[in-house]
T-cell receptor, first 110, second 115 residues
Framework: GQNIDQPTEMTATEGAIVQINCTYQTSGFNGLFWYQQHAGEAPTFLSYNVLDGLEEKGRFSSFLSRSKGYSYLLLKELQMKDSASYLC???????????FGTGTRLQVFP | DGGITQSPKYLFRKEGQNVTLSCEQNLNHDAMYWYRQDPGQGLRLIYYSQIVNDFQKGDIAEGYSVSREKKESFPLTVTSAQKNPTAFYLCASNPQTGTEYTEAFFGQGTRLTVV
């Protein structure tokens, strides 16, 4: 099956760095996604990792360790607009499902 | 412009009525998904489809039905059997050629309220 765990809430200060962790158990693992979702809106794509290592994209980076079933999303130089929920999701080539975690609500304070 | 469109944005339903939520995509994607999101919660998978005329139940399919008669369309019907249908419903699509995943695109969502 597919099971995903993330912290429920995190807080950080504007300009700081924050790391949001995600652990997963997915049979037939076929990639891990990170999405950002502002309240009342649809999720928007941030990153996709299928191989181990770090993928950097501007202020956001995502890391994957398949052997540990672990990923993190790193947000640098935090801005107020980064206050949102961050959703971790995995794909499975066994089931073809795309399953999401419950999301981590990040609040950025001045 | 290519994209995925959900309609309506807001929908009100009386108890005991069935209601159908529309999801259309012009991205030529094979895979389509329906998710439900409750306040402060993550996305839970209702149904998904990898190909026309075929679909599978997700984790919370009870009280819902879908069809996939065309590649572009994946409507979701919320039936009267769904005991707590008030939620935010999101449709997504993904190219998913073979075993390769790529970015899943989301519609803007439909907020369903039972009155």
């Amino acid at each position: 099956g597919q099971n995903i765990d993330q912290p429920t809430e995190m807080t950080a200060t504007e300009g700081a760095i924050v790391q949001i962790n995600c652990t997963y158990q997915t049979s037939g693992f076929n990639g891990l996604f990170w999405y950002q979702q502002h309240a009342g809106e649809a999720p928007t794509f941030l990153s996709y990792n299928v191989l181990d290592g770090l993928e950097e994209k501007g202020r956001f980076s995502s890391f994957l360790s398949r052997s540990k079933g672990y990923s993190y999303l790193l947000l640098k130089e935090l801005q107020m607009k980064d206050s949102a929920s961050y959703l971790c999701a995995t794909g499975s080539y066994n089931t073809d499902k795309l399953i999401f975690g419950t999301g981590t609500r990040l609040q950025v304070f001045p | 412009d290519g994209g995925i469109t959900q309609s309506p944005k807001y929908l009100f339903r009386k108890e005991g009525q069935n209601v159908t939520l529309s999801c259309e995509q012009n991205l030529n994607h094979d895979a389509m998904y329906w998710y439900r999101q409750d306040p402060g919660q993550g996305l839970r998978l209702i149904y998904y489809s990898q190909i026309v005329n075929d679909f599978q139940k997700g984790d919370i399919a009870e009280g819902y039905s879908v069809s996939r008669e065309k590649k572009e369309s994946f409507p979701l019907t919320v039936t009267s059997a769904q005991k707590n249908p008030t939620a935010f419903y999101l449709c997504a699509s993904n190219p998913q050629t073979g075993t390769e995943y790529t970015e899943a695109f989301f519609g803007q969502g439909t907020r369903l309220t039972v009155v």
